[in-house]
């Protein structure tokens, strides 16, 4: 969407709004032009780079909170380009980043007080690692931004830092010989990129290393909530047609509410079996035995079906004991294998084998626990 | 905290006489899979490798070798059930077969 070529930002001082009013260069895109993170212009040879803010605001924040829940997170974009942090000049360093916002966000908010070019690929919103892993954020994806940003007229050195997470998709001997621009590693966070740039583009060994606290593995889990809520509307369908035909069959006639009531009480142990699955095995993940996520989804499965079979449910008879020994370490088992997509530390090797042993042992429990789970509304 | 996964099922492999003494091995492996010698880098804790390919992409001579995938179940089994795109909204999943050579 083209606007006019003397288009005014509005936040830019008087100070600035000359070279912002000036034509658009290639380096810069119309859309970055009114938001809340761009405060300003920078001249460069090749024209006006925006300038972003190091300040998160109520935007941002709810904007990240959006997309831990998975709420319109692949909108969740940044035009790619160059942008600039400060006030850089041509031997300030150059960042590279992905057009995910909250890898942006993330990263610029570490960077107060300084000087320097960020410059951003098209990585149709995805994060750094996962676009490494693909391909997006990748050695010719660098070159193609270095070239139409014209960032050799508009730096006197020939320096790209990258983020170390982006090393699986990139060969910096080959951004090197395609490009000209030398390729550095960075730290992982971006937190320690202040203390990297300090000590002259090395990295101290913790630098190197991920962390996965018990926060860090938390707030990968509200996204994988939000897509139980298909899967428990179903469910909760599925019990209320099983207590109806259940009340049809019988010679005991429930009405409508009870039959309401009666599915919720039905349903309630398979939401806390996907609570189990999806909150408490990443908690406490390093403490679960086993190495198999699995294994380790199955063992908490186990620990709550018994809880709620002798503890919490009255039902009597070996049917309802059945029916939740075979189905919720089953759903457990298949949430917490789930989990290995989220970590830093599963091979694609490690996970087909487990796979392969962990599939056809979940399905196979899940097969027997739903007939007997059938069974207990007709016997 | 030091995460451990499987034991002995990774495809990296390492051919030293290829080896520069570069060392970016040791710089971009996320999981502290190399160490440096006096004149090579040797994998020194294979059984931490992610196979996530960043030491075989900046190897420069191409001394190591695996085979680059994400450990992600739910990929792996799209890729099986053939469903395309559910993950990132993108038009491939991260199965193995849909990692260009970048």
């Not at chain 1, 600035?16 to 809340?36: G, H, L, Y």
């Not at chain 1, 990240?64 to 997170?73: C, E, P, T, V, Y």
């Not at chain 1, 007229?153 to 001997?173: F, K």
């Not at chain 1, 469910?235 to 599915?263: E, H, K, R, Y």
Request: charge should be neutral; include cysteine; glycine fraction near 8%.
């Amino acid at each position: 969407m083209m606007s006019t070529k003397h288009k005014k930002l509005p936040m830019v001082d008087d100070l600035d709004n000359k070279c912002c009013q000036e034509e658009q260069s290639a380096v810069q895109s119309e859309d970055a032009a009114n938001t809340n993170w761009v405060t300003g212009c920078v001249e460069t040879a090749v024209g006006p780079v925006y300038r972003v803010s190091t300040k998160l605001d109520q935007k941002d924040l709810l904007g990240s909170f959006k997309a831990r829940w998975g709420l319109d997170r692949m909108n969740y974009t940044i035009p790619p380009g160059l942008y600039a942090i400060g006030d850089p000049h041509s031997s300030s360093p150059i960042l590279v980043s992905a057009n995910y916002k909250l890898s942006f966000d993330y990263l610029r908010r570490e960077l107060a007080g300084l000087n320097l070019w960020i410059l951003v690929l098209d990585t149709n919103g995805i994060n750094v690692w996962c676009a490494a892993g693909k391909g997006s954020f990748g050695t010719a994806e660098i070159v193609r931004m270095v070239s139409v940003t014209r960032l050799s007229e508009i730096v006197s050195h020939r320096t790209l830092i990258l983020p170390q997470l982006a090393a699986p998709g990139v060969a910096a001997h080959k951004v090197r010989s395609q490009s000209r621009f030398n390729v550095v590693y960075g730290p992982i966070r971006a937190e320690d990129i202040p203390a990297f740039l300090k000590n002259a583009n090395k990295a101290a060994p913790e630098m190197r290393h991920p962390y996965f606290t018990l926060r860090d593995r938390l707030i990968l889990t509200p996204v994988e909530l939000t897509a139980m809520a298909k899967p428990i509307i179903i469910l909760a369908m599925l019990f209320f047609l099983l207590n109806l035909a259940s009340s049809l069959v019988g010679s005991n006639q429930l009405l409508l509410p009870s039959l309401i009531d009666q599915t919720f009480f039905d349903l309630a142990p398979y939401l806390a079996a996907m609570f189990v699955g999806i909150i408490m095995v990443p908690a406490l993940l390093p403490y679960i035995p086993g190495r198999s996520f699995a294994w380790k989804g199955w063992l908490l499965g186990i620990l709550w079906a018994f809880v709620y079979t002798f503890f919490i449910t009255s039902q009597q008879g070996w049917l309802a004991p059945a029916a939740y020994f075979l189905t919720i370490p089953a759903i457990t088992a298949f949430l917490g294998l789930n989990f290995t997509g989220s970590t830093t530390y599963t091979s694609l090797s490690g996970v087909v084998k487990e796979m392969g042993i962990a599939l056809p042992l979940i399905i196979g429990s899940a097969g027997l626990g739903v007939i007997a789970l059938i069974a207990k509304y007709f016997i | 905290m030091k995460f451990q996964y499987l034991k002995n099922v990774v495809t990296l492999a390492m051919d030293q006489d290829k080896c520069n003494g570069c060392g970016i091995c040791t710089e971009v492996c996320p999981q502290q899979v190399f160490t440096m010698g006096d004149s090579v880098s040797s994998i020194t804790d294979r059984d931490a490798c992610m196979e996530c390919g960043a030491c075989a992409r900046n190897c420069p001579p191409q001394a190591i070798y695996v085979r680059q995938g994400v450990g992600c179940a739910y990929a792996v089994l799209m890729d099986k059930l053939n469903i395309k795109g559910k993950c990132c909204g993108d038009a491939c999943s991260c199965s193995l077969d849909n990692i260009p050579d970048h």
